[in-house]
């Protein structure tokens, strides 16, 4: 499942630089001016995130914690970074949002479990 079938096609327009794409895992480049309309469509199709710089869910942190050792050979979270795990049609996906410090651009990962 690709960005365009999670959160439709005329988002994924806003796709600035597509890095990498299999059918396992995908790597794209957005604007941050764009990041809060990724998010709603993310929490709408998969869940709040695991954990975000706005908030910590309060879900079982043995789930967080599987999540976290889930992100780390596609990099991990750092502090700032956001964490969606969730299941959308019969599908398992890891989402990592990375922020840049330019503060102009985001990476999102997205791997297929």
Excluded at 2 to 30: A, H, M, P
Excluded at 37 to 55: F, H, I
Excluded at 69 to 76: D, R
Aim: hydrophobic share 35%; proline share 4%; net charge negative.
């Amino acid at each position: 499942m690709n960005f365009e079938t999670l959160v439709g096609k005329e988002l994924c327009s806003s796709i600035f630089e597509l890095r990498e794409n299999t059918d396992s895992y995908e790597e794209v480049v957005v604007l941050s001016q764009d990041i809060s309309t990724w998010k709603t469509l993310l929490t709408e199709k998969l869940g709040p995130p695991l954990l975000s710089p706005e908030k910590y869910n309060d879900q079982d942190s043995s789930k967080i914690d599987a999540a976290l050792q889930l992100s780390e050979p596609f990099g991990g979270i750092a502090e700032g970074q956001t964490l969606y795990h969730g299941t959308y049609n019969s599908t398992v996906i890891l989402i990592m949002i990375w922020p840049w410090q330019n503060n102009i651009n985001v990476t999102l990962k997205k791997a297929i479990l």
